[in-house]
Antibody
Framework: EVQLVESGGGVVQPGGSLRLSCAAS????????MHWVRQAPGKGLEWVSL????????YYADSVKGRFTISRDNSKNSLYLQMNSLRTEDTALYYC?????????????????WGQGTLVTVSS | SYELTQPPSVSVSPGQTASITCSGD??????AFWYQQKPGQSPVVVIY???KRPSGIPERFSGSNSGNTATLTISGTQAVDEADYYC??????????FGGGTKLTVL
């Protein structure tokens, strides 16, 4: 059974940093690209970032580019999101989601499994 | 940047057919995907690559995509289908794009 368990969320002041983690199990982790998707309270889904299965390719939404860094440790079956220079508009539930292939940049791909999310609140 | 537009809400009576649209420039040239999200739960894919249903998704869910519009159709809508629905596509410049979401109410 595929499981994705996020952690690391919390309350942080504007300008602060936070590192999210996603522990994966039930599939061969390095065979699949992984994503972070966020959802502000009462709002829709917003894609944040993507990393290929081998970690060699990364992509970011314009809203987080230069502030967030996605990474993975395939030896630990773990995905990460380092978030710096946080803003109030980054407040959201952050989901990790599994892609259907190792590359992630294929228009045929989609998210076949999602975690339960970890809540990040940016507030003074 | 590429954008997908959905109606904020759609209402349907039980047993009737619900149609949720998703509009984007030349969306028919891309693949469209649909996710269902119930309150307090994570999204679940209900349609992928325009028309395909994952295993476990009821046959009453179907999809189409042509021109500038993709459509999610739920035939014989049930109360259990009440949820938010999001369309999604891939764009070479924006990468993954989601529509704003449609709240389906089964009256």
């Amino acid at each position: 059974e595929v499981q994705l368990v996020e952690s690391g969320g919390g309350v942080v002041q504007p300008g602060g940093s936070l590192r999210l983690s996603c522990a994966a199990s039930g599939f061969t982790f390095d065979d699949y690209a992984m994503h972070w998707v966020r959802q502000a309270p009462g709002k829709g889904l917003e894609w944040v970032s993507l990393i290929s299965g081998d970690g060699g390719s990364t992509y970011y939404a314009d809203s987080v580019k230069g502030r967030f860094t996605i990474s993975r440790d395939n030896s630990k079956n773990s995905l990460y999101l380092q978030m710096n220079s946080l803003r109030t508009e980054d407040t959201a539930l952050y989901y990790c989601a599994k892609d259907t292939s190792d590359y992630g940049g294929n228009p045929r791909n989609y998210f076949d499994y999602w975690g339960q999310g970890t809540l990040v609140t940016v507030s003074s | 940047s590429y954008e997908l537009t959905q109606p904020p809400s759609v209402s349907v009576s039980p047993g009737q057919t619900a149609s949720i649209t998703c509009s984007g420039d030349k969306l028919g040239d891309k693949y469209a995907f649909w996710y269902q999200q119930k309150p307090g739960q994570s999204p679940v894919v209900v349609i992928y690559q325009d028309t395909k249903r994952p295993s476990g998704i009821p046959e009453r869910f179907s999809g189409s995509n042509s021109g500038n519009t993709a459509t999610l159709t739920i035939s014989g809508t049930q109360a259990v289908d009440e949820a938010d629905y999001y369309c999604q596509a891939w764009d070479s410049s924006t990468y993954v794009v989601f529509g704003g979401g449609t709240k389906l109410t089964v009256l």
